[in-house]
């Protein structure tokens, strides 16, 4: 989207759902998994080369053994995020590049082990990677990160 000169972005809606009969689990068989995503980003544009992107998403995974944790009820795991995000670009449309971007990203999610209970680190089920370990946060359910980023297409 654009509005006016100093507005763009782009805004994402997804749903998905996936069978994996190879997840099934003793008496409950069932292992649908139901997928949902949100994720906007808009632009505000200071300049014709400088501005703020800013990205708020969520990601809601819904499901049987969504933690292969032999749990035989349905459960839900989620992963939410917000970045901000100033950028250097080489024009002020949506997608203008190469682009440079310093970022610091908050997220949180409901899943805090990996598979099985094991604390090596967070788990946030984001679809077929359920319970895939990041090392440094074990035992949490949010973080922040920060960094800096360059985008190139041709």
């Known amino acids: 989207f654009e509005v006016g000169d100093k507005v763009n972005g782009a805004v994402f809606v997804g749903y998905g759902k996936e069978s994996f009969p190879w997840y099934g689990n003793g008496a409950n068989v069932d292992s649908d998994r139901t997928t949902f995503s949100v994720v906007a980003r808009p632009i505000y544009h200071f300049t014709e080369n400088f501005g703020l992107a800013v990205e708020a998403g969520t990601v809601r995974v819904s499901g049987y ?3 292969y944790d032999g749990n035989p009820n349905k459960t ?25 971007r310093a970022y610091v990203s908050y997220m949180n999610w409901n899943r ?5 209970g094991t604390e090596t680190g967070a788990s946030a089920c984001t679809g077929r990677d359920c319970s895939v370990g990041v090392q440094g946060f074990a035992n949490a359910t ?10 190139a297409w041709w």
């Open 142 to 151: 949010s973080a922040v990160t920060y960094g800096v980023q360059m985008e």
């Open 112 to 116: 805090d082990t990996t598979a099985y």
């Open 76 to 100: 839900t795991n989620y992963l939410n995020k917000l970045t901000i995000s100033p950028q250097l670009s080489m024009g002020s449309g949506f997608y203008a590049r190469p682009v440079l």
């Open 65 to 67: 053994n969504l933690n």
